[in-house]
């Protein structure tokens, strides 16, 4: 399984970016997602948890980005997306998705896993 994270660019003080994380199966196997995470680390800070959604759709934010941030989930398409609005300069950062997963193969094995993308940075100017 391999998670795709894309929609980061440069955007300005009160704009708004949506975020996507894909996570692709492998060939012969298909994947059911449970808990998705969005992380975002900035430049000399500890990785921290942004926004997370269980698979029955419960929603865990920051206290930075509650009533800003919203997250939602495909699960047809296996794909969360994080909605990010009235973006600050402290907002700056490279996001990365996580994803807890099961993978269902062909042969019948069930694997449960997380895996990590690969980040897509974010830029806040004011």
């Known amino acids: 399984v391999q998670l795709q994270a894309s929609g980061g660019g440069l955007v300005q003080v009160g704009g708004s970016l949506r975020l996507s994380c894909a996570a692709v199966?492998?060939?012969?196997?298909?994947?059911?997602?449970?808990?998705v995470s969005w992380y975002r680390q900035a430049p000399g800070r500890q990785r921290e948890l942004v926004a997370e959604i269980t698979k029955d759709g419960t929603t865990t934010f920051a206290d930075s980005v509650k009533g800003r941030f919203t997250i939602s989930r495909d699960d047809a398409k296996n794909t969360v997306a994080l909605q990010m609005n009235s973006l600050k300069p402290e907002d700056t950062a490279v996001y990365l998705c996580?994803?807890?997963?099961?993978?269902?193969?062909?042969?019948?094995?069930?694997?449960?896993?997380?895996?990590w993308g690969q980040g897509t940075l974010v830029t806040v100017s004011s």
């Open positions: 996580s994803a807890y997963f099961w993978a269902f193969s062909s042969d019948g094995t069930v694997v449960g896993a997380r895996e």
């Open positions: 199966a492998t060939a012969g196997s298909r994947i059911r997602l449970n808990i």
